[in-house]
């Protein structure tokens, strides 16, 4: 996951708060999907091109890639010492 800098990551934590505000455990994965999906469009609006396309949609597996890698993976990992692996 590339990391970026505290200056850029406060560019973005105004609207970071209010998702966070609109995100509960009642929103629906289509709900997700949908955000993250016209979050990938705004990217490229007004430049469409192959290359900020596939800038968008690498990045969004990049993102898929980080949370399994930080959350899932080890979340698998708790479930499989509580009980016990599949083979």
Do not use: C, W
Not at 27 to 45: R, S
């Amino acid at each position: 996951m590339p990391y970026i800098t505290q200056g850029d990551k406060n560019k973005y934590e105004s609207i970071l708060r209010t998702l966070r505000n609109l995100i509960n455990k009642d929103t629906k994965k289509g709900e997700l999907t949908y955000l993250v999906y016209a979050l990938g469009l705004e990217f490229f609006k007004g430049r469409k091109s192959y290359t900020n396309i596939s800038t968008a949609i690498s990045s969004l597996q990049d993102a898929a890639e980080e949370l399994r890698r930080r959350h899932l993976n080890p979340y698998e990992d708790r479930k499989i010492e509580e009980n016990g692996d599949v083979i």
